[in-house]
Every structure is written in C-alpha cells, then in structure tokens.
C-alpha cells in the first residue's frame, strides 16, 4: 500500500516578500499534502495557488510599548495559538514551514507545543524580531543571505538562498516580456517592493526627462496607492500598478530602481541586474540597509539613502551607468555571483529531511 502523502502547514502571509518564496517552495514538494495558514485580508487570498486550502487566523503584530492595545494583541495572539493548534491537529499536519512575519509565531508555538517540527525561513540578511526570537525553538532555520547567521547564534541554520518564482528559471514562450520596449534600447525598470513606493516614484517622475532624452525607456511599477499615477505621460514611458511577468522584465533591462526588500534583490541577482537601491527608510530596525549592504559590498549595486537622493544626484547617476555599459556589466555580473538559481530545491531537501520523505 502506497504511503499517505505527508501533510504540511505553510504559514506565510502579508506581502510578495514572504509569500513567493513559500509559493516556491510548495511548488518543489508535489507529493506533500500543502496547506496554507494565512490572514483573511491579505496578499494571499491572491496569491496562493489554488491546490493549497487557505487556513485564515486573526493575529496582528505588537505596537510600541504596552498598552490596552497591545493587551488585545495578546488576547488576539493566545485565541490564535489555540486555532494553530486546533487546524494541525485536525489536519493531522506533520510538521509547518514559515517564513516569518506576524503568522510565524502563533504557527511556531502552535506546532511545537505538538511536537511537530517547524522549519523557518528567513529571507533578510538582519532577521527580523519574529526570527531571532522563535529561531532557537525551531528544527531548523534557513537563511538568504550567511551574514543573517550572526543574528542568529542559537538556532540551527543553513544558507539556502531565497527561493524564487518558477519563471525566474525557466525562459519558455510564455515567460517573454509583453511590453513595447524597442531592441537596443537602453531599459530602466522601477519598483518599490510588491506595494510600491510612492517616494520612490516621486524621485523617478522628476528625473526621467534627461533618461530619455538620452534614449532610455522606463517601466515603472508604482503600487497601486500612488496618488500620482498617471501625471507623467511619455512615449519612452510605461507606467502600471504591478507587473507579473517580472522575470523577463528584469532580464531585459540594463538597470533597476529598487527599494530593497529581500525578495527584489534576490530576484535581481538571479537576472544579474545592476540596480540602484534606495532602502525603505521605515522598515524595522532599517532592515533593507543591511540587504542592500550585500549587494552593494560585491559591487552589484549602487545605496542611496532616501533623505539624501536628490533628483538631480539620482538624474546623474543613472546617465552615468547608462553610458558605462562596461560598468553595468560588471555589477550584473556581481549580482549574478550571489545568486542562488536551486535555492527552492535546497530548501525542499530541508524541508524533506526535517519533516519526512513522501
Ligand atoms: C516594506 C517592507 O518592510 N517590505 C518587506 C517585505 O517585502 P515586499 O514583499 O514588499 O518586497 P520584496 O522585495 O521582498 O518582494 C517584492 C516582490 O514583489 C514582486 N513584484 C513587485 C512589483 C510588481 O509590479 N510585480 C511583482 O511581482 C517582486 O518581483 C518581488 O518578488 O518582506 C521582505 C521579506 O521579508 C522584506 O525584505 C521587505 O523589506
């Protein structure tokens, strides 16, 4: 008789950042019996592939300080470690996979209050709070980038890389960009993480003018909260909420604008795309610096910090590398050396020999 397909709970919620890697994970586990453990308001009600059952669970983060908000929070937290628990045991889940965020600590206690194993993944080369702290409770934590391993002394990890959407590794006929770009043309592709970054846009709609003056087209990804969509018109100039079809985008062009979520620059060293970084000045503990430090320590990209870009610094530095093709090259190259293509297939080998074999 044929083994019983080994059921896993992945807990992964809120942005691209942490639902693709997870999306990609699944993907690489086609005998596992894969369910998801979510919010009921967020990116994965899109994102996660139907196969997978949506578990949804009410959990917020803690705010600053405590008050009676963060009382509720607490309430909100010990109901949502009770649900954990009542899905992986009714579920008779053997073990749960995260990558961290608001979801993973309700999924962590839940499952290791059962015994299950926990594999966590963490993407950012600062771990967040949720990581350093639930880490050493866990099976195993895998890490993006090996400088996250210092933050965490008291866990288990391995250096996996960040798994990436199945299109960042295969170039089919489907996977070819749809936009009127022209050959040859020099391409600038802008995006702001999978919200988009309105401050960010601001600083690319008051420089373009001389990029294309100078021939170069610009894809620009704004989000879909930025109230000033639309008030650039240009023939040289696409602009769109979002944009699926990332892989072949980022392939063709010759150089990104990006915020530097982890998900982004992973993507980008896979393509080998030379970028010029702008860290979300508000993200926790600043951790988008420490990402961009990666990159910008082998020479694949260029930090600025977002209180000190001007439009005109940002207008000159994006001439400069457009005439330094050998530059460019150079920096994707670098960008390229990081990558790691088979970080999915790592990271199910993991998952496999922590949580069973199918
Ligand atoms: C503001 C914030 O705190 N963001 C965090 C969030 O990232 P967030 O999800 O915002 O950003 P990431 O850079 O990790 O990922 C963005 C993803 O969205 C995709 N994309 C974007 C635009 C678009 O039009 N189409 C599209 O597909 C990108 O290709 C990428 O896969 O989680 C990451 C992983 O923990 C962190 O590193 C980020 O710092």
Not at 123 to 128: E, T
Not at 237 to 255: S, V
Request: hydrophobic share 45%.
């Amino acid at each position: 008789m044929a083994n019983a397909p080994i059921k896993l709970l992945i807990a992964a919620s809120g942005t691209g950042g942490h639902l693709f890697p997870a999306i990609a994970l699944a993907q690489k586990l086609p005998n596992y019996d894969i369910e998801w453990l979510g919010v009921p308001n967020r990116l994965e009600t899109q994102l996660v592939p139907d196969q997978y059952p949506l578990n949804t669970i009410a959990v917020e983060g803690f705010q600053q300080g405590f008050g009676f908000s963060s009382l509720r929070v607490l309430v909100k937290l010990v109901s949502s470690i009770l649900q954990v628990r009542r899905i992986l045991k009714q579920g008779n889940f053997q073990g749960l996979f995260t990558t961290g965020g608001y979801i993973a600590g309700p999924g962590v206690i839940a499952a290791r209050s059962l015994g299950l194993p926990v594999v966590f993944h963490e993407s950012n080369a600062l771990p967040g709070k949720v990581t350093r702290f639930f880490g050493p409770w866990c099976s195993a934590v895998a890490v993006g980038f090996d400088v996250a391993v210092k933050y965490l002394p008291r866990s288990q990890n391995v250096c996996v890389g960040t798994p990436v959407r199945s299109q960042f590794l295969e170039e089919g006929t489907d996977n070819t960009l749809d936009l009127p770009i022209p050959d040859g043309v020099p391409l600038i592709v802008v995006f702001g993480g999978s919200q988009g970054a309105v401050a960010v846009n601001k600083l690319v709609r008051q420089s373009a003018q001389v990029w294309f003056d100078a021939g170069a087209y610009v894809v620009h990804l704004t989000g879909d909260k930025d109230p000033e969509s639309g008030s650039l018109q240009h023939p040289q100039y696409i602009e769109l909420p979002f944009y699926d079809n990332m892989a072949p985008l980022l392939r063709r062009a010759n150089l990104a604008i990006s915020r530097s979520g982890a998900g982004s620059l992973t993507e980008l060293a896979v393509c080998g795309t030379p970028a010029i970084l702008i860290p979300y000045p508000f993200a926790a503990e600043d951790h988008q610096s420490y990402n961009a430090a990666v990159f910008t320590n082998v020479g694949a990209a260029l930090t600025f910090k977002q209180s000190e870009l001007t439009p005109e610094i940002l207008q000159k530095r994006v001439l400069d590398l457009l005439q330094s093709p050998t530059e460019l090259a150079k920096m994707g190259e670098n960008a390229k050396a990081i990558a790691v293509p088979d970080s999915a297939d790592k990271l199910a080998a993991l998952v496999r020999e922590i949580v069973g074999r199918e």
